[in-house]
């Protein structure tokens, strides 16, 4: 099924403009660069104060947990075991599984429908995209972006339940 995906992704959603518009959203994925400027964005009212400090804390450990598992699961990227297809952006390294983009990106639209639900739903449209330009680019697995989408709300729900303590 994975493969099946990335070939009809490959085959049939490239085009100019799709190209920029995916590259520039794994960018703005890239170390959780939108979801640290929300937070910053966050941290300066005192009433949202506390979910700042959950986005990062999320964020931070949905990160930490997926660099660990990635040389557990040791799965190589697309773009290795299927070598021909250009990379639009810089080769990344390391492993595939699971995907740290899509782990910071569902960890942080977590807290953020928490935070307020048109905001949240928002952020989850954001990183569905961010997750499906891994896809796009040829990087990542559709199994990788579910399983970092899964591990980004666990760890978002961790932090909220340590955070109630």
């Given at each position: 099924m994975d493969l099946a995906i990335l070939k009809f992704v490959q085959e049939h959603c490239r085009n100019r403009f799709t190209d920029f518009v995916f590259t520039l959203l794994s960018r703005m994925g890239n170390a959780g660069a939108v979801w640290i400027l929300t937070a910053v964005f966050l941290w300066?009212?005192?009433?949202?104060?506390?979910?700042?400090?959950?986005?990062?804390?999320?964020?931070?450990?949905?990160?930490?947990?997926?660099?660990?598992?990635?040389?557990?699961?040791?799965?190589p990227r697309p773009f290795m075991t299927y070598p021909g297809h250009?990379?639009?952006?810089?080769?990344?390294?390391?492993?595939?599984c699971p995907s740290g983009h899509s782990a910071s990106s569902f960890a942080a639209a977590t807290i953020l429908c928490v935070?307020?639900?048109?905001?949240?739903?928002?952020?989850?449209?954001?990183?569905?995209?961010?997750a499906f330009s891994r896809i796009f680019l040829f990087v990542h697995y559709p199994s990788d972006t579910l399983i970092g989408a899964a591990l980004?709300?666990?760890?978002?729900?961790f932090i909220m339940y340590l955070y109630t303590l």
């Open positions: 300066h009212r005192s009433e949202t104060r506390h979910f700042a400090f959950m986005l990062f804390f999320s964020i931070a450990l949905a990160h930490l947990i997926s660099q660990i598992l990635k040389p557990v699961i040791a799965r250009p990379l639009l952006i810089h080769t990344p390294g390391g492993y595939s935070a307020g639900r048109n905001f949240g739903l928002a952020a989850f449209f954001l990183a569905v995209a961010i980004g709300v666990l760890c978002a729900f």
